[in-house]
Structure formats: structure tokens, C-alpha cells
């Protein structure tokens, strides 16, 4: 595990072979890394990265989990999608709560974008690094989008 420091915190990031298969936040001190993670993290928190293209493998999970994953995975930079909206496109639109236990679990958050999506109505619940980190997230991809699509 390398670590980079970003604005919500240190990110414990695991690589195995070329990789990435975990981020953790809140990580103690650890080795740095020449990894293209490393860069693509730094470019993302400094607004200029919104596509990952790093290889990212997800390992474990169920197979709700990992179609969970792919999905929220498709959510572009600076948009926002409800954990019903991804049960509904999953097939069953009961399992919003599901939805946010997946979510829960994904290995690679920042990476694959589980903080884009938000309760019913866009509130802000839920978010393994805490709510403060994921409004943190949504704030800055929110302002980076504004800048590009205003040119300011």
C-alpha cells in the first residue's frame, strides 16, 4: 500500500500488479509511489482529472455488488445519481437500500465514484469516508464542471 495525500485526507491505495484494488481513507503513514494512481489522484484534487483511466480490478463482492459497482462506475464527472435510480436501472427498484450497502463496500472509492450517488431528492446520506469527505467530493467536482462548461 502506497499513500497520497489529498484534500479529504490520506488515501491508502493497494495496488496488485498494475491494479488498482483498494483506497482507503484515513490511512497512516505509508510508502509513496511512482504508480500512475498516485498521479491521477493528485490531477483529480487538483481539478484537472475526470476520468480515472488507471486499471482497476474489484475483487470479491456479490454479483448485486459488482453490477452495483459497474454501474455507479458509469456516472459521469459532476453528476449526481439516487440509489433508487441505480436499483431501478439494476432491475429492481426496491433495492435502493441495497444499493447503498453496495456502495458501502466498494473497494475503490474516489476511483469509482460511489460519492455521485445521493438519497431520494439528492440529499447527502451515507458514504464509507463520511459525509463530510463525500460533500467535499461533490464540491469539487461540481465547481471543476462549472469552470469548464463557463470557461471562468
Known amino acids: 500500500?502506497?499513500?497520497?495525500?489529498?484534500?479529504?485526507g490520506p488515501l491508502g491505495v493497494t495496488v496488485e500488479g498494475d491494479a488498482v484494488v483498494g483506497v482507503r481513507f484515513g490511512a497512516a503513514a505509508g510508502r509513496r509511489a511512482t504508480h500512475p494512481?498516485?498521479?491521477?489522484?493528485?490531477?483529480?484534487?487538483?481539478?484537472?482529472?475526470?476520468?480515472?483511466?488507471?486499471?482497476?480490478?474489484?475483487?470479491?463482492?456479490?454479483?448485486?455488488e459488482r453490477s452495483v459497482w459497474?454501474?455507479?462506475?458509469r456516472i459521469p464527472y459532476g453528476e449526481m445519481v439516487t440509489y433508487g435510480a441505480i436499483a431501478t436501472a439494476l432491475g429492481d427498484p426496491g433495492a435502493a437500500r441495497a444499493v447503498g450497502t453496495a456502495c458501502n463496500r466498494?473497494?475503490?472509492?474516489?476511483i469509482v465514484p460511489c460519492h455521485r450517488v445521493v438519497g431520494a431528492g439528492g440529499r447527502m446520506v451515507g458514504f464509507g469516508g463520511g459525509l463530510e469527505r463525500k460533500r467535499q467530493l461533490l464540491e469539487l467536482e461540481a465547481r471543476v464542471s462549472l469552470t469548464r462548461a463557463w470557461g471562468a
Do not use: C, K, W
Open 106 to 110: 466498494n473497494p475503490v472509492p474516489v
Open 70 to 73: 459497474a454501474e455507479i462506475a
Open 37 to 64: 494512481a498516485a498521479a491521477q489522484l493528485a490531477a483529480y484534487f487538483a481539478g484537472e482529472l475526470t476520468e480515472f483511466t488507471v486499471p482497476v480490478r474489484m475483487p470479491g463482492g456479490s454479483d448485486f
Open 1 to 8: 500500500m502506497f499513500v497520497v495525500e489529498s484534500p479529504i
